[in-house]
């Protein structure tokens, strides 16, 4: 009797056990007959959109002029580079600083600014350095060495810059790679904000394009306000300092009052504090 019941048992466990594996649950795209199209998923109505998707011609995921769209190159160029002129540029090809666009689409705030600086720490400090010379950790342990956003006061120091070819060409430090490739001497301080925003959308040479990291195309903008501050902070006239930061660097430099917008220098303020214990939500 006793094992009866167990046979019984162990029949009942097999029958349970073939129906749960062998549930209707296709997977996305897979051939199925349930839909005229033979797939598990129908395809997209026309005209949908995706949810916060912003229209073409939004500011906000509008970097290029009409001018950018269908870029034109120097007579130079084209002499030097391709005298053939076979060559037609696509849009975003930066061959003049006037292709892109030089304002922000929408007004920067402090907390822009604040934004712009954690999401710069986390999407692009790994290899541009927290102050923007280009020496993160990952070019430290051997991947290509962004350039530095800050130029040379003297002018002097060089950059490895772009490989054309056989031989690495030299900048000075602190110049676009970008705009050098079309001839153009621009420092990035100087190159417009859409050629920015091109960079973090579709990357440039050997960085990958960074649209992942930042979905929220704003927080694109956010950012390069950022390397704006960055790249300001690096050569501010010293008359444009307050007497209390003139006297910070008279000092030797160190840390900055806390408050100071841009960093807290290791001083602890409300917003850095830590590490303290980490408040979690109840599951
Ligand atoms: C994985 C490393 C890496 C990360 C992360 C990264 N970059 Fe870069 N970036 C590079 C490298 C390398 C270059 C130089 C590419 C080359 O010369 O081929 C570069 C070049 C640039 C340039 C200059 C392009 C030119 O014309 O010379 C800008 C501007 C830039 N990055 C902005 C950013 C911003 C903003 C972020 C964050 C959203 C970011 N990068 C994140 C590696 C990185």
Not at 74 to 85: H, M, T, Y
């Amino acid at each position: 009797m006793r094992i009866f019941i167990a046979a019984l048992f162990l029949a009942t466990l097999a029958g349970c056990q073939q129906k749960m594996a062998d549930q209707p649950a296709p997977r996305p795209y897979e051939p199925h007959d349930q839909f005229p199209n033979q797939q598990s998923a129908r395809p997209i109505e026309r005209g949908v959109v995706h949810r916060n998707q912003p229209a073409a011609d939004d500011p906000l995921v509008t970097w290029l002029t009409p001018q950018g769209k269908e870029p034109k190159v120097s007579a130079e160029w084209k002499a030097a580079v391709d005298p053939q002129g076979t060559t037609q540029p696509t849009a975003g090809a930066p061959t003049s600083v006037d292709n892109f666009v030089k304002e922000f689409p929408f007004e920067i705030t402090e907390a822009d600014l604040s934004r712009g600086q954690t999401m710069y720490n986390a999407a692009c400090a790994l290899c541009h350095g927290g102050a923007g010379y280009g020496n993160g950790k990952i070019p430290e342990r051997g991947f290509l060495k962004p350039p530095s956003y800050h130029t040379d006061p003297k002018g002097e120091a060089r950059d490895a810059g772009h490989f054309t070819g056989e031989a690495p060409k030299e900048l000075p430090v602190g110049y676009s790679r970008g705009f050098d490739r079309y001839g153009i001497k621009v420092p990035l301080k100087e190159v417009p904000v859409g050629y920015i925003y091109q960079v973090i959308t579709w990357g440039y040479g050997g960085m990958a394009s960074h649209d992942t990291q930042l979905p929220i195309v704003a927080d694109r903008w956010r950012v390069i306000a950022y390397v704006r501050a960055l790249q300001y902070s690096q050569s501010v006239p010293a008359a444009e300092l307050s007497a209390a930061s003139r006297q910070l660097i008279e000092s030797g430099g160190g840390r900055l009052p806390p408050g100071h917008v841009g960093g807290s220098g290791g001083v602890k303020t409300s917003a850095n504090e830590g590490p303290g214990p980490i408040k979690r939500a109840d599951h």
